[in-house]
Structures are given as C-alpha cells and as structure tokens.
C-alpha cells in the first residue's frame, strides 16, 4: 500500500473480474483465492488504474489475466526482480506478486530473498499446494518427505522447505498464513496490504488434480478446531475452541502445548500474540504442524523503512543542488582545447 | 601507427636539445599488479591529451585483483599510442618498454621493436624476482638483450632517496615508485609536469605529506632525465600535436562514452532512465559511472543477480522509464530468457554487451568479439533483436543514443556491443553537444486506441511498434506477458493463426528498422574493387590503419565497416557485391563473416584472431597483400 492508494476509490467485485475465461481446473483452490483477492480489493478502496497483478510462472502465475487492473505474467521464478524496477520507477502502484512454491521457493528463491531482505513495498502471496501443477504433478521443495511424483516414483528425499521460516529468515517484516478456501483469508490480505513494505502471505492452496487435500488434516472442517490456531495480535494464542493454547517452556526455549483449564489460559501459561515478537515469529513458523495446530494469520508485523523510500531519498539527497546539465558533464575534468 | 624511435628525422619539431622526432611512439609500461602500472598509463594518457598528441590507449591486467609479487602472472602493462598523425590503434609493438620487475620484462620485452629502449628498474632484478620470473641469469647481464637498447638502473634506490625527507616506511615510499617512472616519462616526451602535480594534490587532499613524496618523486624522475649524464639511448623527443579539428576535447573510455550516452538517450527520449546491473568484468564500470549521475534522473540498481539485473530493467521499462542492462558474455548468456519477455512484451531496453574472452568464464579481462551470434541468434524461439555495435571509445557514445532511440521508437529490447578493449581504452574525444542529436521524445498512449472505448495493447503503428501504456494511466488496464498472445488484446491466445501472424508482426517490425537507419558507407576507399576489408566493432583501428597504409602502396583496398550488425544496412549486399574479394577480420573464428555469407550469399573470406589481444596493424596489412597477390 501507498500513499496513494489510501484515497479510497469505489469498486465491487465485479469491477474487478476481466473477460478472461479462468483457466483452472474446476474445483482448484485458486479460484478461492482469486474471489477472497476481488473482495478484498474493493475493501481496501484500490484503484484498479494504480494497482498490478504481477506473476512468475505456474498455475498461481496465470492469476494477473483474471483481475481487472495491470498485470504482467513474467518469467519463472524472476516476479520480484521485475517488480523491484517497476516500482522503483514508480513507487505510486500498488503492486500484489503472486507466486507459487516451484515459482517463489524453487527457480525464483534467490528473487524471493532479495526483494524480502530490500524490503520492497508489494504484497507477496505464495500459494503453496506442495507440488508442481502446471508441469503435471513433479514434487516440489515443499513437498513432504516421501511424496510420490512423476520424478520421485519412490517417494522423495529431500526435506522440504518452510516458505514462512525461509520469509522471515531473510528479513521479511511481515509473515502471514492463510488457506485458499478460509473465510479468514480476506482479513489476512487487507493486513498485508496496509503493512508498509514487502508483507508476505503463504496461502496452503489444493491442488485437486495432483496433491489433494494435502492440508485437509487441518482445513478440513472436522479438523478446524485442533488443527487451526489463528493469530491476533494482543489475543491469547488458543484454539480448539479454547481449551488448548500454546505456551513457552522457557528452560528449552521452546512452544508447548498447554491445556486450558475453565477458560483461565493465563494459568496455563498461554502467551499472548505479539505481532512485533520476531523471537516468537520464528518460533511459530517453525512449529510442526501435528504435535502442533497450524500458526494462521498474521504471524509477524512490524514495519520498518521501505527500499523504494530509501532510495528516492538518496536519489534526491545526491541530485540536490546540482542541475541536470549533459553538456556540461560531457565537459567534465580535464580538456584542452584545439584552436 | 608507431615508427621507430630513431629512424624518421622528418617532423624534428623540437629544439636543438632535441632528438629528431617520429611522428608517434608506443610506451608499454609494465610492472606487477601492486605497481601502479593502470595508474601510471593514465596518467601519462592525460599527459599526452594535454599535450595535443592524438593517441589510443591498451590497458592489459591480470583477472587476478593482487597476484603475487613478482610473478609472470601477476604482470599489468599499460600501452599507449600517440603521435602528431591520426591514431587509432594501441600501435603494434612498443618503442619504449619500461619494465618495473624481470616478471614484466620477461612477458613484454618479445613484443617490442627490434632497436626500441627498454627502461628496467635494477633495484628489482634480484635473485628472488629473477627466480619468480624463471629466469636463471639476469638478462640485463647476459646479453639476451641485445637487439634492443637497454636503459637499466635502480629506480627503488632512486625513488627511496628522493622520498627520504618525509619519512615514509619503506614499503610506502616503493610505493612512488611508479611517480619517478612517470617522471622520467614525461622528461623524455618533454610535457609539463604541472597538471600531475595538481592531480598529486588532489588525489592525497587527505594526506598532504604523501602528495609530496609523490611530487618529489615525479620531479627526481623528471630531474634524472634532464640532468643524469646519460649517453646512449635516453633523448628527449617533443611530437608536435596532432592536426585535428577545432574544440573542446577530453579523454574517454568506452566505458564512461556508453555511460554518457544513455544518459543522454534517456534525455533525448524525455524519460528516466532505470540501470540494472550486476558487477562484472569489464561491464562493471557502466554501473559505477552512472551510480553517481542521479541528478539526470537516474536510478541504478545492483541486482542479486544478472537475470534480476534485467528482469528490473524491464519491470522499470513496463512502469514507463527506459530500462537498461549491462553485462559481459557469461551475464548476458544468464540474461537470455529475460530478453526473450521483453522482445514478446516488446518493450524497450537496452542490453549492453562489454564482450571479453568465452566460452564460460573465459578470459574476463582480455577482449573479444565471439558474442556477435549471441547477439543475433541467441535466444529460444524466433527472437529477432537489433544489435548496435561501437567501434572505438568515443564512438560508444553515439551507439548508446542509437541504441535508446531504436528501443524507443520500436518498442523492442536493443543490444549494444562493445567489448575490454573498448570499455578500457581511453582516446580523445572532441566533446560533442548534446543539443546537436535530434530529440526523440516518447508518446505514452494516454487514451484507449481500440473500438468502443478498448485498450490494444498490441495494436501497431506503421513501423510495426505497439504503443507504450504507463500503469497508472486510467482506463487503460491490461495485461501482457511472456506467453503467445493474440495479435491486438495482447490476452493469451495459441491459435495458430495468432502465433503465425505475431511471429511475423515481430519479425517484420525488426527487419524494418533496416529502412530507419543510414544507408552503409565506405568507410575509408570506394564503393566498388578488387577487395573490400569488412569490420565491426574494435577491430575498426587496425583495419582503418592497415587500409590506409595499403592504398598508400596503390593497393586497390577499401574498408567498410558496420554499426548496424542488425538488421544490416538495407545497401550492404549490393555493395559488398561490388568487390571482387571480402574479407572480414573479427576476434572470433567468423561470426560475422558466417552472418554476411547468410544474408547475402557473398563469398566473404575470414581473417580470425581469438588470443586475447587486438589485432596488429601488420597482421591486417599481410592479409590484405596475401589477398591481392
């Protein structure tokens, strides 16, 4: 979000939707989250001339064609870099980068870091379905120990990658979890929408086709309640309809699961969310989802300088007092001259 | 074009302490890498521009940043051309060497000219540099040198003494070493001390006492020259200025000439410009250049990586500022599928290409010519992109702005070759005006161009350019990427006919640029005879010298040589048909020869050199006698 963009400008969700056929298998979580996206923006008051939807590659990445405002399909994994120079050459959009796991953790990781560590001023939403759709179903670096793919017929090796932990290991200043079909998934874009610099977003996404329901042990409407723990800064950290929570053994610096007794959590240790916590950020990204409910929502919030700001300011702090004169910058050191 | 020291005495322009003068000399200083041999040839540059001389410059440094001491490896030369006549090479071989250790004589001394002066520094011959140098007896001793003249004395001793009253540690007082080299320098070729001195203070404003020990130096060196009772071979020579056309004129690199020239590209468009970059050699001082002109509006960028360095440049350019790039061969490689988006967006960008030695890593501070079919071919898919190439330092500059108003005007990512030997070398340039390039100012389409109030984002104008829509502008949001879209909506479309018909659009719109750029000239000679030499890029001092010597002899020779490498001048097939013979040199095995032999089905003959280093005069010379003969 910008200064701009905060004089609200009056759309519905319709003003948002383009011509373009959605391409997704029917029944995809994407579809989800392009409606939870065309909501949210009319609530943020965008303004469809000032915001872009730009993408990499992958089933995520066909997501700019489908919202009605500028958009621009890259190339694999190379979203961040391109949206470092556009919005360095204007700070003033608004702009939303949509990735998926191969595309923002895989081929474009090294992008990924970069644009969280510079903290650029855009909102990264990675859908994570845990496989490569568009490719036809390879396993991906967060696929899950063992998974069976095309590529790994016995099941793969290689430990996966934590998008969250990976954000927040290289600077990122806002962590947020979501899934594709949660009612919550609004709020948690509007949050990262009014976060001054790179807020990113992981967005557990079903992919019907080649990983289904691979997050249902804690989406599942049966499995909310003990799978779920939803975040909210200045609120204890409960779930399972309050009669759990989490706590801090603090001999081992580690969470714990407590159980909460009548309601009375602060007996049971439970901590309260503190979205400005990086210590507890990094402890409830990293936490195992089974012995553990899923951290969802805002995880980490806490602003600091964009790099956009930073380099306007030092553009403008280095042009002060001088003129932009090519002649005489041509004519710069030492010359002679030829009678 | 270089002569020997003492053969010519026409052009004595010097008074009667004088030793008759050549029209130009070569000086190759070389030293170890922590000599300051860079520093001691600019110096002497700047010295020689000041003296009127015209010259060319061959900067030849190690890959390695700080090599060890005294070895063959370590070795940094710095060779300089300048004379009263036109100049446009490094020259051949060198009249004078100076060579600060046995390491540098050892590398160099095989390229001078028979009879030509060596200058060593005895203070450095010692048992343990011999032996670095693998040399098992000092060849200032045993007579190995003898076909040239040999000037050897101990410039450590001198320099250590001459610094003395400032109390220096031995390690830095060495260090003015190079300043009493420079000094003797400039006694030889009678120049005026008083601009390096001014320069000293300058550069030591922090450290006044190590400007004087340089000062001191500089002047011992000089002082030495004009006082020591030398016989034999140390004269003093004065070469008058070189005629050349009236006005301001400077030193530039190719580097800083292509730094200027986007800069006023960007001017001439009225845009901004946006550099992308990722530290390479040579490419990298483009960067540094322009990081410190933000007053003209420019943004520079250090990316984590050359695909991100591009990826940037085209995300600025798609937000409405000229997106530029910069790198050498192996950056550019890593570039490749970044141009094909821009050349299916068809935006603009400029992708400078500073060439060195490949394939991979290669020779990253020798120069070459090898990445002409990456320039025209290498890209995935029908990817046709324009291909500017400089041909000297200042030269670059005018290739920039061409290479901004090609990308501008048709909305396509443009490659501007250069290569080391440009990017390094210095010449003197005659400061052009800036207000003497005709604007091209862009239009951002600001109102929808389609039927019923829609945006086209593809629609094209009559040179085949689709218009340049800011995001921000309302009402005219789209949405365009990499993959195959439909010929006016830009919205995703396979079909085969939109395929078909946007290969074409992208093919056409390239091929016409042939119609929007000066027709071929002759170079130096005419249009028509028995043998045509053809060049692009570096090579363009050699040849021209070689050329021109040619003709001298009567020789029936002319020289073409190519800004545009593509598309190609609309009239280069017919002309090159006029000529009984085509020879193309290049610093590759024949890239460009392969390139014209495809368009034009001409019989074009290669002349291939891939070592490193430029082309001799002479060795152009001999190919142009072989193929007359």
């Excluded at chain 1, 553990?292 to 002060?320: C, N, S």
């Excluded at chain 2, 693998?134 to 003249?149: A, F, H, I, N, T």
């Excluded at chain 2, 901004?272 to 990081?291: K, M, Q, R, W």
Aim: glycine letters at 10%; a negative charge.
């Amino acid at each position: 979000m910008n200064e701009m963009t905060k004089i609200a400008v009056q759309t519905s969700l319709k003003d948002w939707e383009t011509d373009q056929e959605v391409r997704w298998c029917p029944g995809c979580g994407d579809y989800a989250i392009l409606k939870a996206v065309q909501r949210t923006l009319p609530e943020i008051g965008a303004d469809p001339a000032k915001t872009v939807f730009v993408s990499g590659i992958g089933c995520s990445s066909r997501f700019p064609y489908y919202v009605e405002s500028y958009g621009f399909h890259t190339i694999h994994g190379r979203a961040p870099a391109f949206v470092t120079g556009l919005k360095l050459a204007n700070p003033e959009l608004d702009v939303w980068l949509v990735t998926g796991d191969g595309d923002g953790m895989s081929i474009g990781g090294n992008h990924t870091m970069h644009v969280l560590r510079r903290n650029l001023n855009t909102q990264i939403l990675l859908f994570n379905n845990e496989i490569y759709g568009l490719t036809k179903g390879q396993y991906s670096p967060t696929s899950r120990l063992g998974t069976v793919s095309p590529t790994t017929p016995l099941g793969s090796v290689d430990r996966p990658a934590s998008p969250c932990a990976f954000a927040l290991g290289a600077g990122g200043r806002f962590i947020a979890r979501a899934y594709d079909v949660s009612k919550e998934l609004p709020s948690v874009l509007k949050a990262a929408h009014a976060h001054q610099g790179a807020a990113f977003v992981e967005i557990f996404q079903n992919c019907i086709v080649y990983n289904k329901d691979v997050f249902a042990d804690f989406t599942e409407k049966a499995n909310a309640a003990t799978g779920q723990l939803w975040l909210t800064d200045g609120e204890p950290m409960l779930f399972n309809k309050g009669t759990q929570g989490i706590a801090l053994d603090v001999e081992t610096l580690s969470l714990k699961v407590v159980a909460v007794v009548d309601g009375d959590w602060q007996a049971a240790g439970v901590r309260v969310h503190d979205v400005k916590n990086r210590a507890m950020a990094h402890l409830l990204v990293e936490m195992p989802f089974g012995p553990f409910p899923m951290a969802l929502g805002v995880i980490y919030d806490d602003p600091r300088p964009t790099f956009e700001a930073a380099v306007i300011e030092e553009r403008t702090r280095a042009a002060a007092g001088k003129t932009a004169n090519l002649a005489k910058l041509l004519s710069k050191g030492q010359t002679w001259t030829v009678e | 074009m270089a002569t020997v020291l003492e053969s010519e005495p026409e052009g004595h322009t010097g008074g009667s302490d004088l030793a008759p003068a050549p029209e130009a000399v070569v000086v190759r200083f070389a030293g170890d890498s922590g000599d300051g041999m860079q520093l001691t040839g600019g110096q002497f540059t700047l010295s020689t521009a000041l003296a009127g001389n015209d010259l060319a410059t061959f900067p030849d440094f190690p890959a390695e940043i700080r090599a060890p001491q005294g070895t063959l490896f370590g070795v940094s030369a710095f060779q300089i051309n300048f004379g009263s006549t036109e100049i446009d090479t490094a020259g051949d071989a060198p009249d004078v060497l100076v060579a600060m250790n046995p390491a540098a004589l050892k590398t160099n001394v095989g390229a001078l000219k028979p009879g030509g002066l060596i200058i060593a520094d005895t203070g450095e011959f010692n048992k343990r540099n011999l032996e670095k140098a693998k040399y098992d007896v000092s060849p200032l001793e045993d007579g190995s040198l003898e076909k040239w003249q040999v000037l050897a004395f101990d410039i450590s001793a001198l320099t250590l003494e001459a610094v003395k009253p400032f109390g220096l540690g031995n390690k830095e007082a060495l260090r003015c070493k190079n300043m009493w080299t420079l000094g003797l320098a400039l006694w030889m070729f009678d120049r005026d001390r008083q601009p390096l001195i001014d320069w000293l203070k300058g550069k030591f404003a922090k450290a006044p006492v190590l400007a004087d020990a340089n000062i001191a130096a500089l002047n011992a060196g000089h002082a030495y020259g004009e006082t020591a009772e030398l016989s034999g071979p140390l004269k003093q020579y004065h070469l008058a200025p070189a005629a050349s056309e009236p006005g301001l004129y400077r030193t530039v690199t190719g580097a800083e000439a292509v730094s200027y020239g986007l800069v006023a590209g960007a001017q001439l468009a009225g845009l901004d410009l946006f550099f992308g970059g990722y530290p390479i050699t040579p490419a990298s001082a483009i960067l540094h250049n322009l990081a410190r002109l933000k007053e003209f509006g420019v943004t520079t960028f250090q990316a984590e990586d050359e695909i991100a360095a591009i990826a940037a440049a085209i995300g600025a350019s798609f937000g409405g500022q000229l997106g530029v790039t910069s790198s050498s061969g192996p950056g550019i490689a890593l570039k490749g599928e970044a141009m094909g988006l821009a050349i299916m967006t068809e935006l603009p960008l400029v992708i400078v290409n500073s060439q060195r030695g490949g394939p991979s890593t290669g020779l990253p501070t020798k120069t070459e010519q090898s990445d002409l079919y990456q320039a025209v071919y290498g890209r995935n898919g029908d990817a046709p992109m324009p291909v500017v190439a400089a041909r000297s330092p200042s030269d670059a500059f005018e290739c920039a702005i061409e290479a901004c108003r090609l990308a501008v005007q048709y909305m396509t990512p443009v490659m501007l070759l250069t290569d080391g030997y440009i990017a390094n070398a210095a010449e003197p340039w005659k400061v052009p005006d800036p207000a003497s390039f005709a604007p091209f100012p862009v239009t951002f389409l600001e109102e929808p161009n389609g039927p019923d109030g829609k945006v086209l984002p593809y629609a094209r104008d009559a040179k085949g350019a689709r218009p340049w829509i800011k995001p921000g502008t309302p009402g005219l949001m789209h949405r365009i990427g990499g993959i195959e879209k439909n010929p006016g909506t830009g919205n995703i479309d396979y079909a085969p006919a939109s395929h078909q018909a946007m290969t074409n659009a992208r093919k056409d719109k390239i091929d016409g640029i042939a119609a929007g750029i000066p027709v071929q000239d002759v170079t130096l000679g005419e249009a028509g005879g028995k043998l045509a030499l053809v060049g692009w890029g570096s090579t363009y001092g050699p040849i021209h010298q070689a050329v021109r010597r040619a003709r001298r002899k009567g020789l029936d020779v002319s020289h073409i040589h190519v800004r545009h490498v593509w598309p190609l001048p609309e009239n280069l097939g017919e002309l090159l048909k006029s000529y009984e013979k085509v020879l193309v040199p290049e610093m590759n095995t024949g890239q460009f020869k392969t390139v014209l032999r495809d368009q034009y089905l001409v019989d074009a003959k290669p002349l291939n050199k891939t070592s490193g280093q430029p082309f001799t005069i002479a060795e152009i010379e001999a190919a142009i006698a072989a193929a007359l003969a």
